[in-house]
């Protein structure tokens, strides 16, 4: 048995994705709408296969990529917040909390299915849709994680790794 440990790790200039969101933190203060050109990187570990690699560069940013675009020029905003309440039909979104509100048009958003649209859980629903992503790639069945970057400011990042098997 190997003790030889291996990753694959992709960012590029062009997985940056611009878009605006709010956080709420200490309970009951919420920022200001506001906006980052957050930066996307994504490492996956495992053996090498029969082609020597763990897997495979360009599938890998290719689907990375595709996420970055879902969220790029868009607000993002949590569906489940116990405090920010969203509601949305075909022509807008509207967002709540306590009294505050904000309306967008639906097509300038996306609505994540997290409690706060921090750059950790920004990160965390990253990793999940891109494991679904990935797992129907030839390539991803000796994967062992899946590591997901997300730099909301230069210099801070929130990393999420999970298990590609659990």
């Known amino acids: 048995m190997t003790s030889e440990k291996y990753r694959v790790r992709v960012t590029k200039d062009h997985l940056v994705f611009s878009a605006a969101h ?5 309970g009951t203060i919420c920022e200001r709408l506001h906006g980052h050109n957050w930066r996307a990187a994504v490492e996956v570990a495992g053996p ?18 595709r996420l970055v ?3 790029d020029h868009h ?3 949590p569906t489940q917040h116990p405090a920010i309440h969203v509601t949305s039909d075909d022509r807008e979104v509207t967002a709540t ?17 997290v409690a706060n649209t921090t750059a950790e859980l920004i990160a965390r629903w990253m990793a999940f849709q891109l494991k679904q992503t ?8 000796n994967l062992e ?22």
């Not at 090498?48 to 990375?64: C, G, K, Q």
């Not at 909390?97 to 299915?113: N, T």
């Not at 990935?134 to 069945?141: D, F, N, Q, R, V």
């Open 134 to 141: 990935l797992a129907t790639h030839a390539g991803a069945a």
């Open 97 to 113: 909390f306590e009294s505050r509100r904000w309306v967008f048009p639906r097509e300038d958003c996306v609505l994540l299915p």
């Open 22 to 26: 709010f956080i709420t933190f200490n």
């Open 48 to 65: 090498l296969d029969e082609n020597s690699y763990v897997f495979d560069f360009i599938a890998l940013r290719d689907a990375t990529q």
């Open 75 to 77: 607000v993002l905003l």
């Open 145 to 166: 994680t899946l590591t997901i970057e997300i730099e909301e400011n230069f210099g801070q990042w929130a990393i999420c790794q999970i298990p590609m098997h659990a």
């Open 69 to 71: 675009n879902e969220l």
